[in-house]
């Protein structure tokens, strides 16, 4: 069997998504579960591009053991020197430096030649190379480079001391037989490709993300560049299960990864909760109803043989089919047991508290689903933010003005207070700028059911523009005032009001 090596920058390129940034603690967190589910290379940022960025790469370094840490530069000598302070405690290092080759970069982001570009592509790989020993050089919009010139540069890079060569459809630009026809041109047109390996970075802008990437690896590609869930800018990148799952399922192709498929799903559902994202229900492999059958003849197959309707076992990616239905009359040990599964580890303290809005809102709901239970555990985590929502009282309805009241706790001091408006939302957030007198704009509002029904946990995204930043804020609750409320909060606490 080949190796295929799995890079994943859901940190890096996944983290680039608006709204979904992430503190050092929680990055660690998401790369820790990265090591357990076995990635060979962890993209841990842009050091250069802020100071939070470089503080975790140099705090994911010393928290992650086996795989390699990877740093982003631009092919500049400064970049590099960043990164390179940066990954001063990573115990294997990588420095992905590189440069736009297609004509569209060249000469409208450059303003550049070709032959310049490759001069540049060369001096920046010698340069990373003096520093560490594992150089990888991304040629941007690969996608869209001539197949001659892009060989010529991966030529170049490779004997200038570069160990790994990103071929990147930049732009999610490329069908997969042509992009696979292009890793194809490279394997049999660079002399000594095989000094090094071509790893494939795919955008998913129309929808063959994945498709792309598993053609550049049939084709020789031995390296995916991947994230969880599928995260990124745009329309996301290739989805880390979707590759290494489509490679065990069709095994007859000899590649193998080092990924602990039953880690998949607790792994998703984290990455989905620290950057509110969720996963849509009929996403590959982890989507809610990946593995639900609702058709009278898909149940009448799956249930007389499952491969019938299922080409992957669920318990293979860490899917309990023999899920423990919660109800209110569920115990801790079984809410315990599925926060487990789901990838949340609580401590009793923790899970007592849990357990109480569980139980609340088990009274409240029908059914109580995995996204419900890392809502749950998310509020927990909330809870120690410096202003928090003591209650909420809202009264409204036809030919009645919205009033609504309520009370803040500010680090530790209680305030009240009370406004009308154009809904009981509005009212709300009226009633809460008069105690946190700030200029703040909402800028973007949306709300999205976890599941379906009139008792349904509702989700709450905002976007809030505060002293010429964007701020954004995540609430849930069966009571979309309250989780309205409890996003617009969320956002403040970001922005930290004295």
């Known amino acids: 069997m080949d190796k295929l090596y799995i890079f ?25 579960a990265l090591e357990t589910l076995g990635v060979d290379v962890i993209e841990a940022g ?93 040629c941007e919009d ?23 060569v990103n071929i990147p459809d930049t732009t999610g630009y490329c069908l997969p037989d042509e992009f696979g026809a292009k ?24 929808g063959m993300a994945t498709a792309n990437a598993i053609a550049g690896i049939i084709n020789g590609a031995r390296q995916a560049e ?3 869930n599928g995260i990124g800018e745009r329309a996301g990148n290739t989805a880390l299960e979707e590759v290494v799952m489509a490679l065990n399922c069709h095994k007859h192709l000899g590649i193998e990864t080092n990924i602990n498929t039953s880690k998949i799903y607790s ?61 209110a009359r569920s115990g801790r040990a079984a809410l315990k047991h599925r926060l ?36 749950l555990a998310g509020v927990e985590h909330r809870e120690n933010r410096h202003i928090k929502l003591e209650y909420l009282q809202v009264t409204s309805g036809k030919g009645v003005r919205a009033v609504a009241s309520i009370g803040l706790n500010i680090a530790g001091e209680r305030f009240e207070a009370a406004a009308s408006g154009n809904g009981p939302v509005d009212a709300a957030i009226k009633a809460m700028k ?6 703040m704009t909402l800028q973007e509002f949306t709300i999205q059911a976890i599941n379906r029904g009139s008792d349904d946990v509702g989700k709450v995204h905002m976007q809030i523009l505060y002293d010429h930043k964007l701020y954004y804020g995540f609430g849930a609750n069966t009571d979309i005032v309250v989780a309205s409320l409890e996003a617009y909060i969320d956002a403040i606490n970001k922005f930290k009001i004295d």
């Open 183 to 206: 890793i194809r041109y490279l394997m049999e047109h660079v002399d000594g490709i095989h000094n090094a390996i071509i790893s494939v970075h795919c955008h998913n802008d129309l």
């Open 8 to 32: 994943d920058t859901t940190l890096r390129d996944g983290e680039q998504v608006p709204g979904c940034q992430l503190n050092t603690i929680e990055k660690i967190q998401v790369a820790k």
């Open 267 to 327: 792994t998703s559902r984290m990455v989905s909760g620290l950057m509110n994202m969720p996963v849509q229900p009929n996403k590959a492999i982890v989507g809610r109803n990946a593995f639900a059958h609702s058709s009278g003849i898909h149940q009448d197959g799956v249930l007389k043989n499952i491969q019938t309707y299922e080409i992957m076992d669920p318990k293979a990616v860490g899917i309990d089919e023999n899920s423990i239905l919660l109800t």
């Open 226 to 228: 991947v994230t969880v």
């Open 434 to 439: 008069q105690i946190i007198k700030r200029q």
């Open 46 to 138: 842009f050091p250069i591009s802020s100071p939070g960025d470089f503080n975790s790469v140099v705090e994911i370094s010393k928290a992650v053991t086996w795989p390699a840490i990877c740093a982003l530069t631009r092919g500049i000598q400064k970049d590099i020197d960043v990164a390179v302070e940066a990954l001063q405690h990573a115990k294997r290092k990588r420095i992905h430096t590189g440069l736009g080759t297609s004509d569209y970069h060249i000469k409208y982001k450059f303003n550049s030649t070709r032959e310049e570009i490759l001069e540049r592509a060369v001096a920046a790989t010698k340069y990373a190379k003096k520093h560490v020993e594992d150089v990888e050089f991304y």
């Open 340 to 375: 487990s599964i789901l990838g949340v580890e609580l401590d009793n303290g923790k899970l007592d508290a849990v357990y109480a809005k569980f139980l609340d809102l088990a009274d409240r709901k029908k059914e109580i689903h995995d996204d419900d239970l890392l809502m």
């Open 142 to 164: 690969a996608g869209r480079t001539d197949n001659e010139y892009l060989a010529r540069v991966v030529e170049a890079v490779i004997k200038a001391g570069a160990t790994v």
